[in-house]
């Protein structure tokens, strides 16, 4: 989940000035006195936006800082989500935190990956295994009925705060949240992709959130036994996929950790989904990758063929993610990652290709050994034509 946005020139409102003025302030600030006193300012600005829906103050204010003073930008962005995603609860007379978190799932698949409206019975067991491994003792726990894809994530940070408070509210209840799936858009087929569970945890005020933040608690025990509890409650969601969970976290971290983690799972994928299809083993696969330009580099794009031919079976997208551009040794993790899969014929392009997409059907195109552009499409023996990994 990149943070970067680009807007135009516009004159900046009043809000949108403060707004920069402290989270300049905050990151100027020399000690952690002088700290509380810039965060306390901007949480108590941002809050007040987002309880009024002004997104485009907070973006205008992220864009002109992104340029301007990007460690300002830093500090506003961490604000804004903090905001959008935390809540504070009081009943009867205890205070409560609440925290939006998501769940990722990594699933990869020949069919179409589900989207779905989570049964009663799947949502109470995935609640209570989540609130068992991996959030702390004295949690309590909300889940969104749906197993959402990227495309139906909250668009905005407004609408990112308005379902915490959503979920806070069923947290404090002890139950679990219902949503109105039906005006969420389709969401586009990838055979890798991410779904995520969605949920807020509330905790008495100051204590730990986590399992691992208690003293006897660690995130690897944590995964662990998510993915040995979970898995079976996951399996009648996921037909015909193959998956892999991930921990649980705040919600914009958790986005972020899902985005990098499903680069190198696209990867295995891919070579599982050639060697399953066609009978291609890694070792028998030449991958070539090129760097994709539009006004910086935005991403590199991975061609998966024979050894004895240019043709380009398969293709991966790999995006550039966070602070990553052209100087990043991204390319030396790809190679890493084939590598580890048992790809021996990797080669590197050096092109500044455009981000070409095709006409008729919207796919991206990939580069082939001779360094051109080109159509990714399974032999005639394929068992059923494919769209790329996400």
């Avoid at 309880?51 to 003073?69: I, M, Q, Y």
């Avoid at 025990?221 to 898995?231: D, Y």
């Avoid at 299809?277 to 794009?301: F, K």
Wanted: a negative charge; aromatic letters at 8%; one cysteine or more.
């Amino acid at each position: 989940m990149k943070r970067t946005r680009f807007g135009a020139r516009t004159r900046l409102s009043r809000d949108a000035s403060e707004l920069q003025r402290l989270a300049t302030g905050l990151a100027e600030s020399g000690g952690k006195l002088e700290d509380a006193y810039w965060e306390s300012e901007l949480f108590a600005l941002v809050d007040a936006l987002l309880r009024n829906g002004a997104e485009d103050d907070l973006n205008s204010a992220l864009d002109r800082l992104h340029e301007a003073n990007p460690p300002a930008h830093d500090e506003l962005a961490d604000m804004i989500e903090a905001c959008a995603e935390t809540s504070r609860l009081v009943q009867s007379d205890k205070t409560w935190d609440v925290l939006l978190f998501a769940a990722p799932i990594l699933a990869w698949s020949r069919f179409s990956i589900p989207t779905l409206s989570l049964p009663g019975d799947t949502l109470q067991a995935l609640s209570v295994q989540l609130g068992a491994h991996t959030f702390a003792s004295n949690a309590r726990l909300a889940l969104a009925d749906f197993l959402f894809s990227p495309d139906q994530l909250p668009r905005s940070f407004c609408d990112t705060w308005q379902l915490t408070r959503q979920l806070a509210e069923a947290a404090q209840q002890g139950q679990n949240c219902k949503v109105d799936s039906s005006q969420f858009p389709e969401t586009n087929r990838f055979l890798s992709d991410v779904r995520y569970l969605i949920g807020a945890v509330a905790v008495p005020q100051g204590a730990p959130i986590f399992r691992w933040n208690e003293k006897d608690g660690s995130k690897e025990s944590a995964l662990a036994a998510w993915q040995k509890q979970g898995n079976p409650n996951l399996e009648p969601l996921l037909p015909g996929c193959a998956w892999q969970v991930l921990l649980p976290d705040a919600y914009h971290a958790a986005c972020r950790n899902a985005d990098r983690n499903s680069r190198p799972f696209s990867v295995a994928a891919s070579l599982t989904f050639l060697h399953t299809s066609i009978g291609l083993q890694p070792d028998q696969t030449r991958a070539v990758i090129g760097p994709c330009y539009d006004t910086r580099m935005e991403e590199y794009r991975v061609s998966l063929g024979p050894l004895d031919s240019h043709a380009v079976y398969h293709g991966i997208v790999w995006p550039l993610l966070g602070n990553e551009d052209e100087a990043t040794d991204v390319a030396g993790e790809i190679e890493s990652v084939l590598r580890e899969a048992g790809v021996r014929d990797i080669r590197f392009l050096d092109h500044h290709f455009p981000m070409e997409f095709c006409d008729d059907c919207g796919a991206p195109l990939f580069p082939d050994s001779e360094g051109e552009l080109v159509h990714a499409e399974m032999p005639e023996e394929a068992a059923s034509p494919s769209p790329h990994l996400h």
